[in-house]
């Protein structure tokens, strides 16, 4: 049984830095990349950034040049490392593991950014 947890969320302030990690359980066959997605409240999920398993990254354009996604392949750990947080960041971050078959979701921290 595949688990992502997710730890790191919190409160911080507008300019601060955070940085969330994703630890992955049970085995995924032919897993293609992990990665993040946020959701605000009342919008709709949206993706942050991932990393596949050949290292290629890809950013939303929101975020480009303050986030980096990055991984541990040893402990099965993913990280988002938040730089410059914006009160626009603020939502619950949800890690994601991804194959050509189906998606796989942690149940996510909440990120707050104060003005």
Do not use: H
């Given at each position: 049984?595949?688990?992502?947890?997710?730890?790191?969320?919190?409160?911080?302030?507008?300019?601060?830095?955070?940085?969330?990690?994703?630890?992955?359980?049970?085995?995924?066959?032919?897993?293609?990349?992990?990665?993040?997605?946020?959701?605000?409240?009342?919008?709709?999920?949206?993706?942050?950034?991932?990393?596949?398993?050949?290292?290629?990254?890809n950013y939303a354009d929101s975020v480009k040049g303050r986030?980096?996604?990055?991984?541990?392949?040893?402990?099965?750990t993913v990280y988002l490392q938040m730089?410059?947080?914006?009160?626009?960041?603020?939502?619950?971050?949800?890690?994601?593991?991804?194959?050509?078959?189906?998606?796989?979701?942690?149940?996510?921290?909440?990120?707050?950014?104060?003005?």
């Amino acid at each position: 049984q595949v688990q992502l947890v997710e730890s790191g969320g919190g409160l911080v302030q507008a300019g601060g830095s955070l940085r969330l990690s994703c630890v992955r359980s049970g085995s995924i066959f032919n897993i293609r990349g992990m990665g993040w997605y946020r959701q605000a409240p009342g919008k709709q999920r949206e993706l942050v950034a991932t990393i596949t398993s050949d290292g290629s990254t890809n950013y939303a354009d929101s975020v480009k040049g303050r986030f980096t996604v990055f991984r541990d392949n040893a402990v099965r750990t993913v990280y988002l490392q938040m730089n410059s947080l914006k009160p626009e960041d603020t939502a619950v971050y949800y890690c994601n593991a991804f194959n050509v078959l189906a998606n796989y979701w942690g149940q996510g921290t909440q990120v707050t950014v104060s003005s």
